[in-house]
């Protein structure tokens, strides 16, 4: 069961990710302060991870051995992933408002 939730969790995130970058990933925050480029970049490519680290967990969990020793582990692990998935999104929050909030080099 919990395998087939994090699936739908899966789908979401991917069709999230997608619209993100749908257009160029933070495009209007880079246009006006293309000095977060590189910081944007690493944040796009934590996409992929999470969805690769999510397939790890789905198939662990629908395998007829699941590696993990304890539900209480498999809970911590999950936890530990949504933490990080929330820093990603608070990072790309925090990269926005950086952009509309320092208007050093926008254009009038």
Known sequence: EMGARLK???AHLDHH???EEAGGYLAAALAVAPRLTAEAE???L???RF???LDGFIEALQSLEPPFRSWDETRQQLDDFLLGLR??????NALVQSAFGDDT???D
Not at 87 to 92: D, W
Request: proline share 0%; charged share 35%; glycine share 4%.
């Open 51 to 53: 969805l690769t680290t």
């Open 17 to 19: 990710f997608q619209e």
């Open 8 to 10: 739908e969790l899966r």
């Open 87 to 92: 820093r990603h999104e608070s990072a790309e």
């Open 105 to 107: 080099g926008a254009v």
């Open 46 to 48: 934590q996409h992929e």
């Open 42 to 44: 690493h944040l796009r």
